[in-house]
Structures are given as C-alpha cells and as structure tokens.
C-alpha cells in the first residue's frame, strides 16, 4: 500500500522523461530504501528473539550492506535529523563508540528501556558501529540475556529499524516526488530540474571521493606511518568489502542518473572493482610494501572513476559537482 503513490506518481510522468532524477529514484533509491528499512526491521527482529553475540551477527552484516546501498545518498531523509550519523558514526577520529559505548554499559543507562529516550543518546552510541562493538569486541561481546548488554544491543537494533522505516517512508510518501518534480510550481525544495540532477551528481561523486580518502585512504596513513587500525569496520572484517559494496551502488547511481552511454565510466567502475578483490579485507597488510601497494592502486583506481564521470557524465547532464553535507562546511 506505500508504493501507491509513488507509483501512482510515476504513471503520470513521460515515458521520455523516466530518465535522470526519475530513473534514479525508482531503479536505485527506492529499492534502497526499502531493502534497508527491511535489513533492520530484521535485525531488530532477531535481537528481540536471542540478543547475543553469535546470533545477531549475520542480521548485522545484512543491515551494513543494505545501508552501504544508500549511505551515499547524504540529502533528504536521510540527512535529515542527523540519521545518517545516528546510522554510521565513522570517521570516529576521536574513539567516541568507544567511550559512548563503555559509558552507557558503565552507568547502566536506562534510556537502552525506551526508545524514545534512546533516540536522544548521542549517535555514538547508536548505530551499526555501536553494535559492532557488542558484536564483535572481545571484551564486550560474551554477554547473556540478563545482561545490561543484551538490552543495549536490543536498543540499537530498535533504533536502527525506526530509523530506516522513517527512511523508506518520507522518500515514498514526499521527497521521491520532490526530486521527481523538480521546478514545478510549488517544490520548494528542487527549485529546477537541474538542481535535482545536480544533487544525485554530487552524491555520485561525493560517494567516490569519501571510499577513496576515508575507507582506503585512512587505514594508509603515510608511507612512514600506515594506520590499518583505522580502516572502517576492521572488527567485524568488512573493511574491503565495504569498499566493493559501496562502488556497486555508485555504479548503480551513475548507470541510472545518464541514460547516454558511459564507456569510460563502466571502464573505470570495472577497473576498479577488478582492483578490490586483491587487497586484504581488513587492510592489515598497508603495512607491507606490497599491500600499500595494493591499496594504493585500488585507491588510485577509484580517483579515476570519479575522473571519467565528470569528463563523460557531468557534461552530458550539463551539471557539475555542488555543495554536499558531507564536505562539512
């Protein structure tokens, strides 16, 4: 019954309009949305029927890819309220899961009992990395049912769930129609069709730029001092994969944002994809030659997406990269 609108929207447009922001909401965004308000709502599920370690580790992981389908998507709902920092709080430059995780468990918080009062704690201790903390550190995830830490996790999943359903339900029942009508009289949010366009541009290469200096540029360090202990996800392994991941869904951005050909994007998007299934998956070995190496040319590659969309998709789309909330200005 929530497709309805959206739907319903989408009989009303062109067929030679379904193209661009069009295209891209109903082939990309919505699918996204609805696979990790699902990935969640599971997770949650699964927390509320055995809250340990063990058990919630592959709904965890399933939920991570999910939002790796979306994370880049950084306007609209999902800016919106901070979500997207109360979904993955990284770079965490100041070990703030830590401390916020240590804290909650420490002063046996009572907001982990009501879910409103949850949604106030800070987006440190919220989120897919607060829980990969419980899941998968040592020191934290040998909990039982009676624990404050089962509660805890079953909190963050909870959250997590209402986050995405909120998510799913504001692109579907408003902002898909925003971007999809932009510069019709009354959007006040797309002033124009080019505005519209220009913020999926921007998300494409804002994603681009955000795996090649944060996912494998921060575990690289500098040559004289690597830091593998700062590469995304390390605990749970997924460092790599959330690498491979989050290029799909750019490909998958870019595949439907022009529908003119992309030779030199595919090419690069292949390239570098190719690239991903060499490096170690939680870039422990930046601290080899060879592995910085690796890493190096992985990153390299993914620069060099970001060169072909704007030689090739920008000019076809007549935009070029805007302001994005991610660049933190």
């Known amino acids: 019954m929530r497709l309805a609108p959206v739907f319903a929207l989408a009989a009303m447009i062109p067929a030679a309009a379904l193209a661009g922001p069009a295209e891209v909401v109903e082939a990309h965004i919505l699918p996204g949305t609805a696979a990790f308000s699902q990935a969640t709502d599971a997770l949650a599920k699964s927390a509320g029927a055995d809250c340990r370690a063990v058990a919630l580790r592959a709904p965890w992981n399933a939920a991570f890819d999910a ?3 979306i994370g880049h998507l950084a306007f609209g709902p999902i800016e919106a309220d901070g979500r997207a920092l109360g979904i993955a709080f990284w770079p965490d430059t100041r070990g703030l899961v830590q401390k916020t995780v240590a804290a909650l468990i420490a002063n046996q918080d009572p907001a982990a009992n009501d879910p409103e009062e949850f949604a106030q704690v800070s987006v440190a201790g919220r989120g897919l990395f607060a829980m990969e903390r419980l899941l998968y ?3 934290l995830a040998d909990y039982a049912e009676d624990d404050y830490r089962c509660g805890l996790v079953r909190a ?3 959250d997590l769930a209402r986050t ?3 998510i ?3 692109w579907r029942e408003d902002h898909a129609q925003r971007l999809q009508t932009a510069g019709a009289p009354g959007n006040d949010t797309y ?3 080019d505005e519209a366009t220009q913020t ?3 998300a494409l290469l804002t994603g681009l730029e955000f795996t090649a200096d944060q996912r494998l540029g921060r575990p690289m360090g500098s040559a004289e001092r690597p830091r593998p202990n700062r590469a995304e996800a390390r605990r749970s392994g997924r460092s790599l994969r959330n690498v491979t991941l989050s290029l799909t869904a750019l490909q998958e951005l870019a595949q439907t944002l022009s529908d003119a050909p992309t030779p030199r994007t595919d090419a690069a998007f292949a390239e570098a994809l190719a690239a991903a299934e060499r490096p170690d998956p939680v870039f422990a070995d930046v601290t080899t030659v060879q592995g910085r190496l690796r890493v190096e040319a992985l990153q390299q590659r993914v620069r060099a997406i970001s ?3 704007q030689q090739e998709i920008g000019p076809a789309l007549g935009v070029r990269a805007g302001f994005n909330s991610a660049d933190g200005d």
């Open 67 to 69: 939002w790796l389908g």
């Open 137 to 139: 550190d040592p020191a």
């Open 156 to 158: 963050i999943a909870t």
């Open 164 to 166: 995405g359903a909120g």
């Open 168 to 170: 799913d339900t504001e």
């Open 191 to 193: 002033l124009s069709a």
């Open 200 to 202: 999926l541009y921007t």
């Open 307 to 309: 060169d072909a969309v």
